[in-house]
């Protein structure tokens, strides 16, 4: 299990214990993090799960894939740290992510 730290757009901090294997989005939904719409379900078509990757954390994250990069181009406010938080999941690697949800 893995601690993951959300920042919404007001700067309200909201803090999450996420088992391995379940993605971000899971873990914001279950905890009710604001912002974190998941309309699809985590299947990768809506962007209602849009959030930005801490800096420190961006190389341990790494970059999405193709199909994940197709679906962020649809969404305004993109920026390089951008991803899809059903697109990540946990780990013990990512214990103390920092994730700053887009609300876009």
Same mark, same amino acid.
């Given at each position: 299990? @893995?601690?993951v730290?959300?920042?919404d757009?007001?700067?309200n901090?909201?803090?999450a214990e *996420? /088992?391995d294997?379940v993605?971000l989005m +899971?873990? %914001?939904?279950?905890?009710? *993090? $604001?912002?974190?719409?998941?309309?699809?379900g985590?299947?990768? *078509?809506? @962007?209602?799960?849009h959030?930005?990757?801490?800096e /420190?954390?961006q190389?341990?994250v790494?970059? $999405?894939?193709?199909? +994940?990069?197709m679906?962020?181009? /649809?969404?305004?406010?993109?920026k390089p740290s951008?991803?899809? @938080?059903?697109?990540i @999941?946990?780990s013990? /690697?990512l214990?103390?992510l920092?994730v700053? *949800? %887009?609300?876009?």
């Open positions: 299990m @893995a601690t730290t959300y920042i757009k007001s700067g901090v909201y803090q *996420v /088992e294997g993605t +899971e873990g %914001a939904v279950h905890s009710s *993090v $604001p912002g974190i719409d998941a309309e699809c985590g299947a990768c *078509v809506c @962007a209602t799960c959030i930005y990757i801490d /420190e954390w190389a341990t790494g970059r $999405p894939n193709e199909i +994940e990069s679906t962020l181009e /649809e969404v305004d406010g993109i951008s991803r899809l @938080a059903c697109q @999941a946990m013990s /690697e214990d103390g920092v700053h *949800v %887009a609300n876009e």
